[in-house]
């Protein structure tokens, strides 16, 4: 069952999900969904008093004997006017009682056997029947499928234009500090917690895992790498099902696995240029043409400008958007493989400490001792650089 609106297909569908045979799944309405419950109960229910007519006569025509005596004629008599199983089961037992002193306790037992025994079988399995009806709507879990229309890739071919431009950096603002929120609140949960919190169970998986090991240096020039407190590291993925882990809804055969492994290292500053008061210019690569008309010089990456900001500020300029800019060119002494896509993060640390930090992104320079707060630690680099590849 389901509870949110528009967005989720109603009706019967195929669930390709689990094991290599498709299951077909009924998504309803909250409502709906109750709605159905309680009629499934009342039909069972009526299936299982309907079932017992049935049985009753296949066991009427087996116990027929051609010499009957009265035990055997009120046993007949008993399983034509039950109802349900339940009255034969209790009726079965009470008939024997009163022919104890005639013909025995336990003979009489022994003639009504059969139908004591089916009888308790039935009411066994309708009661199961009745107690996991639930398992019907409870077994797919919280798995439902997505109306395709709401499904559409992002436009950025008129990225550059500035509407569109900016609308694209408020979405993608947007997206990035929702999906920090989200590794805060389920991935730190998926290590070894039990996931209570329903926005990590929005997706088919509340958490990818990975393996983390250590691997040389990616780049062409090694000394870029930093070593102090440093050593690269590898991230595998593994093999991701489009099916199992991204949701994409298809059938076995049809889905694709994706495996994403990224060598990382802290990048020196070997490339930076401070050309004047509170600018600094990362030379990573060319950008443009030789020559550009902006006066754009050549080979800058990123120019980031050291200046107070707030919160709401969206700092991005074409360079620092690599994955979109067509014309970023990464320096060949910076990385000479042609079969990866580097990737550089630039990250500010306008942070004052109060201890010292080693970290290789977020490392401290010299204290500063104050009258208020004792020794203060400001950031050793104004920008520090990660590089992947």
Known sequence: MSTTATNIFIGVWQNHNDGTWPTWTLTLKQRDGGVLSAALVLFVGFAATQAWNVVKLILHQVLLRSRRDGLDQQLQAMLRNSGTHAGAAWFSIRIPLGWRRQRGLMHGLARSSPILIVSLVLMASWAAAQILLSRIWTSAGDEFLV???????????????????????????????????????????????????????????????????????????????????????????????????FGIHTRQEDSILYRRVANCSPVTTAYQDSPEKNVIDNYYGSNGTPDPSDGTPVGLT????????????????????????????????????QDVQPVLMFITNPIVYTEPNYDPIFRTGAGLNTSAFGVLYNASTTLSILGCM
């Open 147 to 245: 109306n395709n229309e709401i499904c559409r890739w992002v436009n950025i071919t008129d990225i550059y234009s500035l509407p569109n431009f900016q609308t694209f950096s408020i979405d993608y603002k947007q997206r990035v500090e929702s999906a920090s929120v989200y590794v805060d609140l389920c991935y730190d949960a998926a290590e070894g917690q039990n996931i209570q919190n329903a926005f990590c169970q929005r997706l088919p998986r509340a958490a990818i895992n990975w393996t983390m090991s250590d691997a040389p240096c990616p780049f062409a020039d090694p000394s870029l790498c930093i070593s102090t407190n440093s050593t690269p590291v590898m991230l595998d993925t593994g093999y991701l099902s489009s099916s199992a882990h």
């Open 302 to 337: 990123l120019r980031y400008h050291d200046r107070a900001i707030t919160m709401d500020d969206i700092s991005m300029s074409t360079y620092n958007l690599v994955p979109i800019s067509a014309g970023w060119q990464y320096n060949a002494t910076f990385i000479d493989r």
